[in-house]
């Protein structure tokens, strides 16, 4: 005989109703939210309250889009941008949790490490740009390695606290069992930090945005930065601002990427 769920109160349906109700509110909100800023902007371009030379407008986005995605620059830059992106981002979560993972199993290198990490976390990074073009020289690796010291230092930070925010009971409970560091890692430390680990990637995310970007500022010839920076030079403002639109619409799904997986990893764990 087939098991039957048992059939939820009225308390609870209703419940479950006022939950899925506030989740369509908030994204219709977000949509309408969106929808009213656009509408502003084009209402005060056409009206010529701001103007459409300096600030660009929605209209004249989306002529620049279907100009650039005609020739093929659009797709080609995209890709420069997003690869860089996804490259250094990887490579600053995994060394920075590697890092972070050395930092922990060692308490005496994390004292003495820190407050250099600290130094070099508020150090402004575009400062670097110069001597990064003189040690790696120009291309792909100088704007990978821009990304990568721009995110690494939150990651490790904020792994780091992950790691330390774990159950102290429970660290008593495995050392009075005899359990070495690597297996206090493996079952309690790196399960329990997962929502750090997630909160990570979404900083990390934007941080490597900000880092390729940068980077392309500094020493590039392809990339969304480039055309940034070549749209300021020429003072193509419409360029410049279609730009940094599709950079946040790359992000923005870049982000909801890892908000999926927290929501999964989360259910799992």
């Not at 972070?100 to 130094?119: C, D, F, G, Q, R």
């Not at 400062?127 to 390695?145: D, E, K, Q, R």
């Given at each position: 005989m087939k098991n039957r769920r048992p059939e939820c109160s009225p308390e609870h349906l209703a419940y479950l109703k006022k939950i899925r109700n506030n989740k369509i509110i908030v994204h219709v909100s977000r949509v309408l939210i969106l929808a009213a800023i656009f509408g502003l902007w084009e209402l005060c371009a056409y009206t010529q309250l701001i103007d459409p030379f300096i600030t660009s407008s929605p209209s004249r986005i989306v002529v620049t889009l279907v100009?650039?995605?005609?020739?093929?620059?659009?797709?080609?830059?995209?890709?420069?941008?997003?690869?860089?992106?996804?490259?250094?981002?990887?490579?600053?979560?995994?060394?920075?949790?590697?890092?972070?993972?050395?930092?922990?199993?060692?308490?005496?290198?994390?004292?003495?490490?820190?407050?250099?990490?600290?130094?070099?976390?508020?150090?402004?990074?575009?400062?670097?740009?110069?001597?990064?073009?003189?040690?790696?020289?120009?291309?792909?690796?100088?704007?990978?390695?821009?990304?990568?010291?721009?995110?690494?230092?939150?990651?490790?930070?904020?792994?780091?606290?992950?790691?330390?925010?774990?159950?102290?009971?429970?660290?008593?409970?495995?050392?009075?069992m005899g359990a070495n560091k690597a297996t206090t890692l493996i079952k309690l430390i790196i399960p329990s930090s997962l929502p750090a680990l997630m909160n990570t990637l979404k900083v990390a995310v934007g941080l490597a945005w900000i880092g390729s970007v940068m980077g392309e500022y500094i020493s590039s010839r392809a990339g969304l930065g480039n055309m940034i920076n070549y749209g300021r030079q020429v003072l193509n403002l419409d360029l410049v601002m279609t730009s940094i639109v599709v950079l946040c619409v790359l992000a923005g799904g870049m982000y909801g990427i890892i908000a999926l997986i927290e929501k999964k990893v989360t259910k799992q764990h």
């Open positions: 100009q650039l995605s005609a020739d093929g620059s659009l797709y080609y830059n995209i890709g420069i941008t997003l690869m860089e992106t996804l490259v250094g981002f990887l490579i600053a979560v995994v060394l920075g949790y590697g890092i972070a993972i050395i930092l922990w199993a060692n308490e005496t290198v994390s004292k003495v490490l820190e407050p250099y990490i600290v130094v070099l976390n508020s150090l402004p990074k575009i400062a670097l740009g110069p001597m990064i073009i003189i040690w790696i020289g120009t291309g792909y690796s100088a704007i990978i390695f821009m990304t990568v010291i721009v995110a690494i230092i939150v990651c490790i930070m904020n792994t780091l606290a992950g790691f330390l925010a774990a159950d102290k009971t429970k660290l008593l409970l495995m050392k009075s």
